[in-house]
């Protein structure tokens, strides 16, 4: 083998290579990081799912603590309000989640998400043609919004279908305080054949940070590697 001779271009080659590795690795150590915070956050958010049942009478005023326990409110379902979030499917099938304000004695009100119903177009289902939630009690997962400001209402109008539940623009289209989170009814065995069918709870994983870090690392390991296979395949001598 020919000894290998310094280039500007081998140079140049070799720090890229270096530093795309160096960029590859730090991503897969920021996902191990990513997956470590989630595994944390599941085990207390499982801690909190594993509470005993509170029981609200009025909204109180730190909600913070409520988040992923288990809560049993009693109020008035106002039917007449309920929104369709589109776009839920259930074992392989298309559907809407139902979600409908439950009143409370204090003039408030909590979102309360019924559960799932079939829907061909994954956006439409007739309201009316739906059971009445009963009784006015539900023993369900408090749960956080996942997005604000981000839809958009018409204040003359009031928005049935939903893609993303956006604490702020509901609190804009309805009459009343709407709770900084809202309620994943549980399943009951007098329901289980009913709709809207009760979701379980939120299911707890690791999400795909394992899988990006390994795929990170391995764009590392290319990168070493395949530059360096280019080097000594240049500096072999030709052949005869």
Same mark, same amino acid.
């Given at each position: 083998?020919?000894?290998?001779?310094?280039? @500007?271009?081998?140079?140049?080659?070799?720090?890229?290579?270096?530093?795309?590795?160096?960029?590859c690795?730090?991503? #897969?150590?920021?996902?191990l990081?990513?997956?470590?915070?989630?595994?944390?956050?599941? $085990?207390?958010i499982?801690?909190?799912?594993? #509470? =005993?049942?509170?029981?609200? @009478?009025?909204?109180?005023?730190?909600?913070?603590?409520?988040?992923?326990?288990?809560?049993?409110?009693?109020?008035?379902y106002?039917?007449?309000?309920?929104? +369709?979030?589109?776009?839920?499917?259930?074992?392989?099938?298309?559907?809407?989640? +139902?979600?409908?304000?439950?009143?409370? %004695?204090?003039?408030?009100? +909590?979102? +309360?998400n019924?559960?799932?119903?079939?829907?061909?177009?994954?956006?439409? *289902?007739?309201?009316?043609?739906?059971? %009445?939630?009963?009784p &006015? @009690?539900?023993?369900?997962?408090?749960?956080?919004?996942? =997005?604000?400001?981000?839809?958009?209402v018409?204040?003359?109008?009031?928005?049935?279908?939903?893609?993303?539940? &956006?604490?702020?623009?509901?609190?804009?289209?309805?009459?009343?305080p709407l709770?900084?989170?809202?309620?994943?009814?549980?399943?009951?065995?007098?329901? $289980? $054949?009913? *709709? %809207?069918?009760?979701?379980? %709870?939120?299911? /707890? &994983?690791?999400?795909?940070? /394992?899988?990006?870090?390994?795929?990170?690392?391995?764009?590392?390991?290319?990168?070493v590697?395949?530059?360096?296979?280019?080097?000594?395949?240049?500096?072999?001598?030709? @052949?005869?």
């Open positions: 083998m020919a000894p290998l001779s310094i280039t @500007r271009a081998g140079v140049a080659g070799t720090v890229l290579a270096l530093a795309v590795a160096l960029v690795a730090r991503l #897969g150590i920021w996902q990081d990513r997956l470590d915070q989630r595994r944390q956050t599941n $085990a207390a499982a801690e909190r799912l594993s #509470g =005993a049942t509170i029981t609200l @009478r009025d909204m109180p005023q730190d909600t913070a603590g409520l988040l992923y326990r288990t809560v049993e409110i009693e109020g008035r106002d039917v007449g309000r309920s929104i +369709v979030l589109r776009g839920r499917a259930h074992e392989g099938m298309p559907g809407v989640h +139902v979600l409908t304000p439950l009143r409370l %004695p204090n003039g408030s009100a +909590v979102l +309360v019924r559960g799932w119903v079939p829907s061909p177009d994954a956006a439409t *289902v007739d309201l009316d043609a739906l059971p %009445p939630p009963a &006015d @009690r539900v023993e369900g997962i408090a749960l956080p919004f996942p =997005a604000d400001g981000v839809a958009v018409d204040e003359n109008a009031f928005r049935v279908t939903w893609t993303i539940l &956006d604490l702020s623009a509901l609190r804009r289209q309805f009459p009343y709770a900084s989170f809202y309620v994943q009814a549980l399943p009951t065995d007098d329901r $289980a $054949a009913t *709709v %809207p069918r009760p979701l379980p %709870p939120p299911k /707890l &994983d690791d999400g795909p940070h /394992l899988g990006y870090a390994i795929q990170w690392f391995a764009f590392a390991t290319i990168a590697v395949g530059w360096a296979s280019v080097v000594l395949r240049r500096s072999a001598p030709p @052949r005869p």
